[in-house]
Structures are given as structure tokens and as C-alpha cells.
């Protein structure tokens, strides 16, 4: 029920909110410095834009609550409850869940050196892994971030884009660093990335060719060293550089192996972190072969994160490469991909000249042609894989 606020333009809105819900709320909303109305209506509004998996809150119970929100939204919200068929008191108290799941307490936030952890994988190749994690990795350098891309692929197709030329077989690598063979600093290996529209905050971690080993290598070392945990190996060897850095990210090989899971297990959710900051996103086609490959991706991802205990986020889907002249084919699976909710689909990237032509001159995508669409979709696609 919402009624006019008086000399605002605002109405009230009469609801109900499980009394926990509504201490959490004020409690955060104070501590963030917000008016609750102010957090309600962000709350009501990032619910709306996004789909989410249908988690139900316990409303048992739920007290009377009222707020004041800017005319027509509380009509849109129920418009948007009764689409997706959950009551306007369950649609609220999602909304406030969520809100408080990722506005964090500040004296719950992790600490600022703990960088956000992006994982691009699907084992399915010329999905676009490399474009999407060279793109967004420029997005969020672009932005201001400090930005480490780490090319885990060893057919080194990101080194090779951006003119960073590959670590040759037996020199210190990020190889040597996950067997616990490295013989120096791994800073040493970073490249910064020599372009004015990044001013240095981009810095890639090249490929060697003694990735092609990886799996072997640490397979030995884990029968070798007692203690040692094959899916640690990334995080382990990453570890020191990760206070340089506000974002790291990690461009997968085509493989369901151990460097995967490695790769998996460094983007979980760490003790103190909100959800959504880390976790992994899924370059897709619009094409049959797409969905079998994305089910064995989430069905590895769901064993790690039974057999180790782990919560690992589903950062989203990006849909790559895509152009509906192809037909019935590619509009359907599009149709399909925005069906599944969760992970949602961050964007759909146009198979457009711009990507082709940049990696043709070895150049950054958002230095060679920044206002081209698909540079745009990739700065959209890191906005939305953080939360």
C-alpha cells in the first residue's frame, strides 16, 4: 500500500519484514550511512534488474514495516514479484537479504590487499576465453584498478595478443612457482603493459610452455611432497603478489585437469568475503555444443566444491561471438542462455571486426577501438562480474 509523502517526491509503502530482517537493515544501513529508505530503494531496484536463483526467506512471522520510495517503484516491484511468482512480502525480504549479502558490515569486509579473484574458463575452445579476460582485465584498468592478467593457458594466445612474449621451457615460469621449483621472484616475470590509456595498472603474468606439463608436474610433486594440495598450487604461487594488485585474472586453458581445478580453487570465496567479488565467468556460444560443455564445467565446479568444502560463485555467463544471421540455431540457444538465471547472462558480444583487427596488431581492444561495441560490452561484463 503506498500514500503520498508529504512535500517529497516520495510515497509511502506498507509492507511486512521479518523482525531479524529489519535490525539487520538498520543496523547496516547506519553503519553505511544510508536512510533506510534510501537502502530499500537499492535493494528493490538491483532486485528487480537481476535475476536470481529463487532462494526463499523464512517470512514466519513478518512484522509490519513501511519505508518511503520514489513514486511507481513499488508498483514496478510488484509487477515484478508477480512475474516471478513470489508474494510482495517474499519479494521484499529477497531484496533486503540480498542487499545485506552484498553490502557488507565494514568491520566484516576483507582486508584491502585481498584483491577480487575473476577465473575465465570453459573447456570448450574458440569461445573467446582470451578476449573476454584480455578485455575486461582493460575494463577494470581502465577504471582505475590495479590489474593482473594471468595467461594460464599454455598455447599463450593472451601473450601473444598483447606482444608479451612467452616464457621459454625451463626458466622460472608460474610452472616452476606451482611445483614449488621456482628460483626467483615472480614479480621479475610480470609485464607491464606499455599503453597510455591503462597508465601501467595493466600487468600480465606470461604463458610458458611448460604449461603443456602442468597437470604431470603437479600430479608427481603431490606424490612427492607430503602436505602438498594439487588445488592450492595457483593460489600458493600467487599469494606474494597479491598485494599489488586490486584485481587478478585468470585466463584458463581449454581443460577439465588439475590446472582447472587449480584455477577453481583460487577464485572460491575466501573466509570474510562477500559473495560475488570472486568466482568464475563463462565465455559460451549460442550453439548446441555450448550447453554440453558449460553442464561438465558446473558439474566439475559443484564435485570441487563438494569434495574440498568450498563456495565457489558463478560470476556469470557471457554469450561471445554472436550473430543472430546465423539463425534459428543461435536465437534459440541465446533465448536458452538467458533462461537459466543463475549464473545470468553479463552480455552478448557481437562476432564484430574490431576484436579481430586488435589482435591482428597485437594491441589492447579498448586502446585500439574504445567506443566500439564490443569494447563496450566488455567494460559491462566486468561492472557486472563485481559486485
Not at 15 to 23: A, E, G, Y
Not at 77 to 87: I, L
Not at 163 to 185: F, K, R, W, Y
Not at 356 to 374: F, G, I, N, T, W
Amino acid at each position: 500500500m503506498a500514500s503520498p509523502y508529504p512535500e517529497r517526491d516520495r510515497e509511502k509503502v506498507a509492507s511486512k519484514l521479518p523482525s531479524v530482517l529489519q535490525q539487520q537493515l538498520k543496523v547496516r544501513a547506519a553503519e553505511l550511512a544510508l536512510d533506510i529508505q534510501e537502502a530499500v530503494e537499492a535493494a528493490i531496484t538491483t532486485w528487480r534488474e537481476h535475476e536470481h536463483p529463487g532462494f526463499e526467506v523464512d517470512t514466519a512471522g513478518a512484522k509490519s514495516f513501511s519505508t518511503w520510495l520514489p513514486p511507481g517503484l513499488y508498483e514496478d516491484f510488484k509487477t515484478t514479484c508477480t512475474t516471478r511468482g513470489v508474494s510482495y512480502i517474499q519479494g521484499l525480504a529477497q531484496s533486503i537479504r540480498d542487499w545485506l549479502d552484498t553490502n557488507p558490515s565494514p568491520q566484516d569486509a576483507p582486508p584491502p590487499s585481498e584483491p577480487e579473484r575473476k577465473i575465465v574458463g570453459n573447456q570448450k575452445g574458440g569461445v573467446g576465453k582470451t578476449a573476454i579476460s584480455a578485455g575486461i582485465s582493460q575494463a577494470y584498468a581502465e577504471d582505475g584498478k590495479r590489474v593482473l592478467i594471468v595467461d594460464f593457458d599454455p598455447q599463450g594466445h593472451l601473450s601473444e595478443q598483447l606482444a608479451v612474449p612467452q616464457i621459454e621451457p625451463d626458466h622460472d615460469s608460474l610452472v616452476s612457482h606451482m611445483c614449488g621449483e621456482g628460483t626467483g621472484d615472480l614479480r621479475d616475470l610480470v609485464v607491464a603493459i606499455d599503453d597510455p590509456q591503462f597508465q601501467g595498472r595493466l600487468h600480465v603474468l606470461p604463458a610458458c610452455f611448460d604449461g603443456f606439463l602442468l597437470d604431470a608436474k603437479i600430479a608427481v610433486v603431490g606424490t612427492q611432497k607430503r602436505g602438498f594440495q594439487k588445488e592450492a598450487a595457483l593460489e600458493m604461487a600467487l599469494r606474494p603478489l597479491e598485494n599489488d594488485y586490486d584485481v587478478i585474472i585468470i585466463d584458463c586453458p581449454p581443460s577439465l585437469g588439475i590446472a582447472m581445478d587449480a584455477a577453481l580453487y583460487y577464485g572460491r570465496r575466501r573466509r570474510g568475503e562477500r559473495a560475488g567479488v570472486s568466482g568464475v565467468i563463462i565465455p559460451v556460444l549460442a550453439e548446441d555444443s555450448s550447453m554440453t560443455a558449460y553442464s561438465m564445467l558446473d558439474q566439475q565446479i559443484e564435485d570441487l566444491c563438494q569434495d574440498l568444502s568450498l563456495e565457489i560463485d558463478h560470476l556469470g555467463l557471457v554469450v561471445n561471438l554472436y550473430d543472430s544471421r546465423r539463425g534459428y540455431v543461435a536465437t534459440s540457444t541465446l533465448a536458452s542462455w538467458e533462461s537459466v538465471g543463475d549464473p545470468r547472462v553479463l552480455a552478448v558480444i557481437g562476432d564484430l571486426k574490431e576484436q579481430r583487427e586488435a589482435v591482428r596488431k597485437r594491441k589492447p581492444l579498448l586502446s585500439y577501438a574504445p567506443h566500439c561495441d564490443q569494447a563496450e560490452a566488455m567494460r559491462k561484463v566486468a561492472k557486472g562480474a563485481s559486485r
